[in-house]
């Protein structure tokens, strides 16, 4: 049996503490509401439960059992983004759309995760994933408008959140940070060179296992070289992916090597994630197929693919869309340090007995 020990978020004093932050969590929850309203979006609300809770690799989901009329039974999960309902409802025929709601993933919990957190995600139909980039930099100013903050500090670093975010491609940070050629190890047709990646980490100082696969090399890279040198000073917006590194982005117009990806960054606190969508449902499957292949290798599972997601995706338009990690947001603009002083709610820890 487990139990769960008294949670000390409750008790007076400790919400004393905390309420500063969560009233500030309320105004910036307004203030973004009426933000897209002004904007013409629509608010929509996706179904928790899914068939999928989403295919990307390193994701780990909650999974249930519903139970039919006739005690028929069958496997469905909590989304760990909205990310398929919303792109449904763009096939629908929605054009603007937000979806402000609770995401689940498990294995995450520390000073900027939680197994359960609000999830700001927009889509744009026949819009530019350029024109998200600004969408993100005028939500970090509200934010900080609504908050009353000058600037942002988080991790000994600090941003002035009223300045333009600085873009700075993939390839230009592995160079510039780590004298890396990045592009160079990846083909027009997706395809990787994990050696080459390799030599050129081991060289730049980046620990390589014997096991990392390509993707694997790339991260630590990016952890340990390019994360620690952006989103100081001022936000900035991290862009043009490996196509390899965005399975659910269209590849950019006339470079087959990148993708329509970009994350937005403030004091090295990852924000956003955002994409030009790919709607080509054939080759969503082909990139489905190598993700969880990738993940039954590394963690012995696999998760459905969700094909009625899939038959939606080819009569969705040309679309743009971004996810923001709404707490990390508030913790920024409030001056928090963990994600749990946003929370209203926090999810208890178990321990056994």
């Known amino acids: 049996m487990q139990h769960t020990e008294a949670s000390p978020w409750w008790a007076p004093d400790k919400h004393a503490d905390r309420r500063p932050f969560l009233t500030a969590r309320a105004a910036i929850t307004r203030a973004v509401r009426a933000w897209f309203d002004?904007?013409?979006?629509?608010?929509?609300?996706?179904?928790?439960?899914?068939?999928?809770?989403?295919?990307?690799?390193?994701?780990?989901?909650?999974?249930?059992?519903?139970?039919?009329?006739?005690?028929?039974?069958?496997?469905?999960?909590?989304?760990?983004?909205?990310?398929?309902?919303?792109?449904?409802?763009?096939?629908?025929?929605?054009?603007?759309?937000?979806?402000?709601?609770?995401?689940?993933?498990?294995?995450?919990?520390?000073a900027l995760h939680h197994p359960e957190f609000t999830m700001l995600e927009w889509y744009r139909a026949g819009e530019r994933y350029e024109t998200l980039m600004k969408d993100c930099g005028d939500l970090l100013r509200l934010a900080a408008e609504t908050a009353g903050a000058k600037s942002f500090r988080f991790g000994g670093r600090e941003i002035d959140p009223f300045e333009e975010p600085e873009r700075v491609t993939l390839a230009e940070g592995f160079s510039q940070l780590a004298g890396i050629d990045l592009l160079a190890t990846v083909a027009d047709d997706g395809s990787t060179d994990r050696e080459g990646l390799a030599a050129q980490a081991r060289a730049a100082g980046v620990r390589v296992a014997a096991d990392d696969g390509w993707s694997d090399v790339f991260t630590r890279v990016l952890v340990d070289k390019v994360e620690p040198a952006i989103g100081n000073g001022r936000a900035t917006v991290l862009c043009e992916y490996p196509a390899p590194e965005a399975a659910l982005a269209r590849r950019k117009p006339g470079e087959p090597k990148v993708a329509e990806r970009f994350e937005l960054y403030a004091c090295g606190v990852e924000l956003a994630n955002a994409f030009g969508e790919l709607t080509d449902p054939a080759e969503q499957r082909r990139r489905f197929e190598a993700d969880e292949a990738e993940r039954e290798r590394i963690y012995g599972e696999r998760y459905p693919i969700d094909n009625d997601f899939l038959v939606a995706l080819g009569h969705m338009p040309p679309a743009s869309g971004s996810a923001l990690g709404f707490d990390r947001l508030v913790m920024l603009a409030a001056g928090a340090q963990r994600i749990e002083q946003v929370l209203w709610t926090p999810v208890p820890v178990p321990v056994p007995g």
């Open 38 to 110: 002004a904007k013409g979006f629509t608010e929509v609300e996706t179904a928790a439960l899914q068939v999928s809770p989403g295919n990307e690799t390193h994701l780990h989901a909650f999974r249930t059992e519903i139970v039919g009329p006739a005690g028929e039974r069958a496997s469905l999960y909590l989304h760990t983004s909205p990310e398929f309902g919303c792109k449904t409802l763009l096939a629908a025929g929605e054009t603007r759309i937000f979806n402000m709601g609770k995401v689940w993933r498990n294995g995450e919990r520390g």
